[in-house]
């Protein structure tokens, strides 16, 4: 069977979701635990209330709502992503996948559907990691990838304390923070945030896995000295050395892989004073790639290169590794089910690799995964310029929402 | 006639001046119109009007101590410096030249003698330029460099204003900050701030001018993607950019001139995250020399630098000069009596450039000026590790007091 959904209404959802947090920009500001975060909630709740879902809280604040399927030793399908936001981000980055699920439900309560396996759908807490890190962390906490305890001691940059935040908006639930039971699949839509489906002229992407990446940061300890009277040769000068490796994470992707990317994205400088030579520097590194082997090398090559900055300026370094996920392959089931359904709407597809992280590379190691993108419009995301149309996120909305219904045993399977 | 100064005397005082504000580190902290700056400032009159010098403070704060000379037509030769410090400086720089300028007046009193020109003392507002920019304000004003009612709107990192903070303290006095008569000579004693005397084994410095300097900052405008998924030619990264001709600021000088340097000392990102390419960056850039010229080609240099990182990333990008000082070269009546004094006192010396701003740039303006410099171990200085041994301290203060009684026209003149 093919279901369509109501594209008034789900246009009209994600419109609604958009203003809880919404910025004068036209992009969405809803840090997770923040009070806009506990409104999209509470919101999200009374949607999933309406639907005649079984909700429950876990104790990390996930939220999840289950309707039963006809076997009862069927596994459930999940189907969800998450509701926070970046600082200033877009409204479609998240919110699209967890609209696109809760219009699955709509749609098969609407229709009288049955499925075999039961439906859940899920809003993650704190996918974007950009108040409490790290990224994925709701997700990660549930598929057994972080320890509960260490992830409620997490302080954001005003020093408050992850547990707190979650008991302040009350979605501290009761519910552990785990799988109850084995899960037949986990379905996610997200926007690609890259530039790919655009380039190609396509309408929704099949996402057949996610780049691994490497994170990391550098910090280089030089010596502080007037910048008037010390001559050049007598300086340690900590920021040279970070300014040459972040020149060089710019040049190591072209010498490794054709979907390889590099960033520094964060530098830190002490005293930061005009008139001083900078003593302490940390800056970040992050490299993604298909191939776990290239994000190895990546990883070298960034220690090479500080190791030969530090010798230049004669001065010492330190590094950490902050992150290290492996490359993740989606199983065959997920990805046929994804092509079937973009088929089956006579949608034009393609299969691409995703180049950021999601909550679907946790769920990885829990059930069988697969994920569904939407195109990105010059494959922007994390600011409030990001879009998508309605055209394009209706398309992968339904496609979602079918690749769930087959995998779930839909009435006519 | 030769001078001695009272050895014990002079190094109790340093060690006095350096318990207000003093630091864990061994420095100082001692912020210009902070609770330690009237600490210093109220003490400093103490002494002052212990030696029975008519005491002046200027609207701008600047404290100024009258010795009176024998012919009322002759113009008052002026010595000293500033009392405050850089964020956890050192326990020398600035206070080194006051306390000089105090031990003249001290042995000018205990021996009773007499000078022809009138003998000032003083104590420059806000030399560091650390909490409220410029540097050398207090001078500046006086000189005429800066109007008074643009430097008392200036404001502190907590948006605290000059002028209210000159207020808090009590240091805004009632003369007009500008010279109220014509003026023989300026003299100051500084630390070196540079290596040079050190590496030439000179027990003190006779200063013959300032290196002039370019002060500016360039802003790069990229795009802020998403780290993972934007491939790295779809990237216009404002941080690559900006590290990019940070590189070359090392550079240049090594193309220029022997005493040339060039210094990033300050670097803001945004937005700063691990997961974001940058897409707004500033950074400062700083250029020395004993030549105009080079000061010159240095600037259009970086300017060069960054149009050609703005089009290697495809980004827009736009500049300010912030300060431009040209080189100074000082009188010859005052490099004499500084040469002189070091000789009479047998002194091992050599003249040099000063490569760092000092209030003596301003004081050029005004009247016949020059400087004493003692070394600085390692060159160091603006950190709590400054260190110039008591012998060098007294040593220059002794040259200083010298020079300014021959300028004065002392007893045996």
């Known amino acids: 069977m093919t279901i369509r959904l109501d594209r008034e209404r789900f246009v009209a959802t994600m419109k609604e979701q958009a203003e809880i947090g919404a910025t004068d920009g036209g992009g969405l500001h809803r840090l997770t635990l923040s009070d806009d975060d506990k409104e999209i909630r509470d919101w ?97 906490v549930w598929a057994g990838a972080h320890s509960l305890e260490e992830e409620y001691a997490k302080t954001d940059a005003d020093g408050k304390v992850f547990e707190e935040e979650l008991d302040r908006i009350g979605y501290r639930g009761d519910v552990p923070a785990e799988p109850q039971e084995a899960y037949e699949a986990y379905l996610e839509l997200h926007v690609e945030q890259g530039p790919y489906l655009e380039e190609n002229g396509k309408e929704v992407g099949v996402v057949t896995g996610i780049v691994g990446f490497t994170w990391g940061a550098v910090t280089f300890y030089g010596e502080a000295d007037h910048s008037g009277p010390t001559p050049m040769h007598y300086r340690k000068d900590a920021l040279v050395a970070a300014a040459d490796v972040i020149t060089q994470i710019r040049r190591i992707p072209s010498t490794l892989g054709e979907r390889t990317v590099g960033t520094t994205g964060y530098v830190d ?145």
Chains 1, 2 share one sequence.
């Open 44 to 140: 999200f709740a009374v949607q999933m209330e309406e639907e005649g879902l079984d909700i429950r809280i876990d104790e990390f604040g996930n939220m999840f709502g289950r309707r039963e399927g006809t076997d009862p030793d069927a596994k459930p399908v999940l189907v969800g992503s998450h509701l926070d936001s970046q600082p200033y981000g877009g409204i479609y980055d998240g919110a699209l996948g967890v609209i696109g699920a809760l219009e699955l439900i709509r749609t098969l309560n609407d229709e009288d559907v049955e499925t075999t396996h039961p439906v859940e759908i899920v809003n993650w807490t704190n996918e974007e990691g950009s108040r409490f890190q790290p990224a994925m962390q709701g997700s990660g």
């Open 269 to 413: 400088v002490k005293p930061n004073s005009i008139n001083i030579i900078p003593d302490e520097v940390t800056f970040t590194w992050g490299f993604r790639d298909p191939s776990d082997d290239v994000i190895e090398e990546a990883y070298q090559r960034v220690l090479q290169e500080a190791e030969w900055a530090a010798e230049r300026e004669g001065i010492d370094w330190e590094w950490e590794e902050r992150m290290r996920a492996p490359a993740v392959e989606f199983a065959d089931q997920c990805v046929d089910a994804v092509q079937s359904a973009a088929d089956a709407l006579e949608l034009d597809s393609m299969r691409i690799f995703s180049g950021a992280g999601h909550d679907a590379t946790h769920m990885h190691s829990v059930c069988d995964t697969g994920m569904v993108f939407a195109p990105s419009e010059n494959g922007k995301s994390h600011n409030e310029s990001e879009y998508t149309s309605w055209d394009d996120c209706y398309a992968a909305a339904s496609t979602l929402a079918n690749a769930a219904v087959t995998l779930a045993g839909g009435d006519a399977q």
